[in-house]
């Protein structure tokens, strides 16, 4: 997967990706609507090129309140990103290039206010969906809310996916209808987070193929 031309699908408005983003942009203002005032803490997981956060970032009221991290393992998305945070004169945010599955990479900003999961659960396995959820305990600050991202698919995994974050102490804020054609989902933590596990991998990235097979076995 060429993931730097990946993002050609939310220039054509009416595919589903970028519908799906325009949903993912939404909820992000809601979420940076609700938050408490002071200081607010953003991550991106799998961040790509910073489309879905950034651009509400350099809109909303309170852009000036978020230090938000990025961290992205292509090295031309990371450079597109920060490209869009400097032309939107995000100085509080930081890019990263690295493996986004790796905890260490979000040492000093979790537990976080905001964290963003986009992009992930349709190219990991079931286990490792569940794996990344349970890391979420870890991410996320009590009140804060994770938008996470996947496909409905066969076999359409987002009602299981809502009950594993459910399960550990998060509470359902939003789901996207299923006719919409992809799944947004939307969580409020509502627990104590647990401390971030230094050295831990959350998930690794599968061949669709590889998904596939799995999925009809």
């Known amino acids: 997967?060429?993931?730097?031309t990946w993002h050609d699908e939310y220039d054509r408005p009416n595919s589903r990706l970028a519908q799906r983003l325009q949903v993912v942009q939404d909820q992000i203002r809601r979420a940076l609507d609700g938050a408490s005032p002071g200081p607010l803490k953003a991550i991106s997981l799998c961040a790509g090129q910073g489309r879905d956060l950034l651009p509400v970032l350099k809109e909303h009221p309170r852009r000036?309140?978020?230090?938000?991290r990025l961290v992205e393992l292509d090295p031309r998305n990371t450079s597109a990103a920060q490209d869009a945070a400097a032309a939107a004169g995000l100085g509080r945010v930081e890019v990263v290039t690295g493996d986004a599955a790796l905890v260490d990479l979000y040492q000093g900003m979790a537990p976080a206010d905001l964290v963003l999961a986009c992009g992930i659960f349709g190219n990991i396995s079931d286990d490792d969906i569940r794996r990344t959820v349970g890391f979420c305990a870890q991410l996320c600050a009590t009140g804060g809310t994770v938008i996470w991202t996947r496909h409905r698919g066969a076999p359409d995994r987002v009602p299981l996916i809502c009950d594993w974050f459910e399960e550990i102490g998060f509470e359902r804020q939003w789901v996207s209808d299923p006719e919409a054609g992809f799944g947004v989902g939307v969580h409020r933590f509502t627990g104590r987070p647990r401390p971030l596990t230094p050295g831990e991998?959350?998930?690794r990235f599968v061949e669709s193929d590889?998904?596939?097979?799995s999925s009809s076995t």
């Open 210 to 213: 590889v998904l596939n097979e």
């Open 201 to 203: 991998r959350m998930f």
């Open 1 to 4: 997967m060429n993931w730097q």
């Open 64 to 68: 000036d309140d978020v230090r938000a």
